[in-house]
């Protein structure tokens, strides 16, 4: 895949980060991903209690538009490029920013986090199974960073009252990609180099194409799926030895397989919370679609690169 030239990236995700304090959490459906937040005490934060809703619970729909009115204001004051916030996106933890300056638009996503000093909820119980890849250390240390909670809609709310939030691990997910060899010196500048970076790079720019190929039949499918099938892969494959950089044409056939495979059984499980699977049932004419696309571009030669 020398000759693939992967897109600039014109997408960012900025997350703007709120330390709270004292909060309790409870599950707001089985995925053990979304709950709802509030006070066990009148927070030292008194400016949050306006953003309490009638039931006591913090409110990520107010919260998330107090902080698009303030964006909107500041935005008017920048003189040098022209910026503009988007139309509100259904369901959106985002609220995206479009920043006009040849030669490309660039967009970036703001995305509201509540950070919380406490221990990961239960749900996150059997997930992070790192150890036989990046070792019980690792494991111990991430379970002692804070937690994220992102404001997001849970759409299987009976009444969508939009005061959910959704545990996010993008840190922690962060942290593997970059720190992802089972030795400590995989890819340091005198250690041996691996593919891990250039399979994941592979299968978002092989599901982004499909999706501008396919929008309407692939639009639920994003980033995130092959981000947790390659995570997986990482830990099927948990040795250095099984990522040579020589061996990049290979392990991207053996993650987008592995991918397939959960298509066709409608069924990826979230890498930190075991009972959440990202692919929901009623989606599975659309998984099928999507594993019918990878298997044909995977039986003959990739067309979708060639275009």
């Known amino acids: 895949f020398s000759y693939l030239q992967i897109s600039e990236p014109n997408e960012f995700d900025i997350m703007l980060v709120m330390p709270v304090e004292r909060i309790q959490l409870e599950e707001s459906d089985d995925t053990g991903a979304f709950y709802y937040v509030s006070f066990k005490r009148s927070p030292k934060e008194k400016g949050l209690l306006k953003f309490v809703d009638e039931d006591g619970k913090l409110s990520a729909f107010k919260m998330l538009q107090a902080l698009r009115e303030i964006i909107k204001q500041e935005v008017k004051h920048i003189k040098d490029v022209e910026v503009t916030v988007a139309r509100k996106k259904v369901g959106s933890p985002a609220i995206t920013l479009q920043i006009k300056n ?35 250390k690792v494991k111990r240390e991430m379970k002692l960073k804070p937690l994220y909670l992102v404001a997001k809609q849970n759409k299987r709310e009976k009444v969508l ?34 593919c891990r970076k250039g399979c994941l790079k592979l299968l978002k720019y092989l599901l982004e194409q499909l999706k501008m190929k396919h929008p309407k039949e692939l639009e639920k499918f994003c980033s995130y799926h092959v981000k947790t099938a390659f995570l997986h892969s990482c830990v099927t494959w948990p040795d250095d030895s099984d990522w040579h950089l020589g061996d990049l044409d290979h392990c991207f056939q053996q ?28 989606d599975k004419a659309r998984h099928h679609f999507l594993s019918r696309k990878i298997s044909h571009e995977l039986n003959n030669g990739f067309p979708v690169f060639h275009k």
């Not at 703001?110 to 790192?130: A, H, M, Y």
């Not at 939009?162 to 400590?184: A, D, P, Q, V």
């Not at 592995?258 to 499980?269: A, E, G």
């Open 102 to 136: 040849p030669p490309s638009e660039i967009s970036v996503d703001i995305i509201l986090t509540l950070e919380v000093q406490r221990s990961w909820p239960l749900s996150t119980q059997g997930g992070l199974k790192i150890e036989q890849w990046l070792g019980t």
């Open 161 to 194: 009252r939009g005061n959910t939030w959704r545990l996010s691990f993008s840190h922690i997910e962060k942290y593997m990609i970059k720190n992802h060899g089972n030795s400590k010196t995989c890819c340091e500048s005198d250690g041996p180099k691996c």
């Open 255 to 282: 993650c987008l397989r592995f991918f397939v495979d959960c298509l066709q059984k409608s069924q990826l499980t979230h890498f930190f919370i075991p009972q959440y699977n990202l692919l929901s049932l009623e």
